[in-house]
């Protein structure tokens, strides 16, 4: 009998991904056995021949845009998270981007992020949870940080309220989370929206009103960054979650060219009055999909990337715990140093999900000679972002003005860990090994100052 012609694709699909299978053990996978001398780098994709195979079942679909595999990953990632609603998005820059363009709807009346009103943030941060701020004309409001957790001083959120406060937006430092209780207390107090910056956080969770939940998932919106160095990578990438069903059709809405229309990429008239709404100044009648609420963007994901993302969903469990096993090992083996290095703390109430191990010399200790010889053993070292981020060429402008910001109270730990901080990574491709050399290494580093 002959076979039909889809048993004839299915089995020619099943022959490719097996080759695709072979391929990856053949010639991609690494033994990893540390070679004394070899790179190590702060961070990296960690895959195998799943990953492979699912972004090739993928190119074979040729769907080149949003489809079957981001609708699988937004359903199985909120459902991990414990979130009603993900979507989505090209990038973590993005996805902090669209929490703050939500926020900013006239869809939420009065709440709603306009011009000059103000946003209370860190500058101790990565650029993108602050840029989208300035980016919709509203005003960061910079609090100091405190060491060793590298979270924003909860003490002076009230001195930072005005009339014109209207969201908090912060990261969680290196996985470390800031401290939820106190910051989400201030902003229930203060009618405040909160945006969890997540995306070096995955994975983590806090202990909140005696539950423990997922980092990300506490305030009103979260983002996540699938970039090579983070918890889980999709190449690049990025989701935006929330609980908050209004929120998600604003979010949908700024990521899909600011459609009024929610209908899915393919689908048509799911709300059933695609022909007899009235929008505007349009005409009656006017086609629902091309309705336009909101300046939006393009900022969707293509299928091939959530194609990697639904394998490496499934190892994000795994990798998470790697992370903490591999700080831990950092920290245990450095405490013969903490008269020369301030040693990073996990947040009270927290089992983070570390993104790296931050270090802040002590005393007389130089920290960039320390960083030198660090990486002139191949350890690859990175600054904690932007350092103090106000103090860059992007605020050159607003620092001559004095305008465009505020900076409430001062700034001295954020300029300390500018001068004197720097990490390492804890991702998943180290071993023991490594992380032994690591920790041999910045004791030689530190005892020869």
């Not at 506490?218 to 989701?239: A, K, L, Q, R, V």
């Not at 390492?424 to 690591?438: H, L, Q």
Request: proline share 4%; hydrophobic share 35%; net charge neutral.
């Amino acid at each position: 009998m002959m076979k039909q012609n889809w048993e004839c694709e299915k089995d020619a699909r099943q022959e490719i991904l097996n080759l695709v299978a072979d391929y990856y053990h053949t010639y991609k996978e690494e033994k990893n056995v540390y070679e004394p001398g070899k790179k190590i780098p702060y961070a990296g994709r960690v895959y195998d021949e799943k990953e492979m195979c699912r972004l090739t079942e993928s190119v074979l679909d040729f769907w080149l845009t949003s489809g079957r595999f981001v609708k699988e990953f937004e359903q199985e990632f909120s459902k991990w998270l414990g979130v009603r609603y993900a979507s989505l998005v090209n990038s973590g820059s993005s996805a902090n981007l669209i929490a703050l363009a939500a926020l900013t709807s006239q869809e939420l009346g009065e709440r709603a992020i306009k011009p000059q009103d103000e946003v209370i943030t860190v500058a101790a941060a990565f650029p993108t949870t602050v840029n989208p701020i300035i980016q919709y004309g509203a005003i960061p409001v910079f609090l100091d940080v405190v060491i060793p957790q590298y979270n924003i001083d909860i003490k002076r959120l009230e001195d930072a309220y005005s009339p014109k406060t209207k969201a908090v937006f912060l990261a969680h430092t290196l996985g470390n989370p800031f401290d939820l209780s106190a910051v989400k207390s201030f902003c229930d107090k203060h009618n405040l929206w909160l945006i969890e910056d997540n995306c070096d956080a995955l994975g983590g969770t806090y202990t909140y009103n005696g539950k423990e939940c997922m980092v990300g998932t506490i305030g009103d919106i979260g983002t996540s960054s699938f970039y090579p160095p983070h918890h889980m990578t999709m190449g690049e990438g990025g989701c935006v979650y929330t609980n908050n069903s209004l929120l998600h059709k604003m979010i949908r809405s700024f990521r899909d060219w600011g459609r009024d229309c929610m209908c899915e990429s393919g689908q048509d008239n799911m709300c059933g009055h695609r022909f007899d709404g009235k929008y505007g100044d349009l005409p009656e009648g006017y086609d629902h999909k091309f309705v336009y609420s909101h300046f939006g963007y393009n900022l969707k994901m293509t299928d091939m990337q959530a194609a990697i993302g639904c394998e490496q969903l499934k190892k994000l469990p795994g990798f998470v715990e790697t992370r903490r096993r591999n700080w831990k090992r950092l920290r245990d083996g450095l405490m013969c140093v903490s008269d020369k290095v301030i040693l990073p703390e996990a947040q009270p109430n927290s089992n983070p999900s570390w993104f790296g191990f931050l270090l802040t010399v002590k005393n007389s200790v130089d920290c960039v000679r320390t960083v030198k010889y660090i990486e002139g053993k191949g350890i690859q070292t990175r600054r904690l972002f932007a350092g103090n981020l106000v103090k860059h060429p992007c605020f050159d402008e607003m620092r001559r003005k004095g305008e465009g910001y505020r900076i409430v109270g001062n700034l001295d730990n954020t300029d300390r860990i500018m001068k004197d901080s720097f990490w390492v990574g804890v991702y998943p491709g180290m071993d023991d090994a490594r992380i032994d050399y690591m920790i041999e290494t910045i004791k030689q580093a530190l005892n020869n100052e």
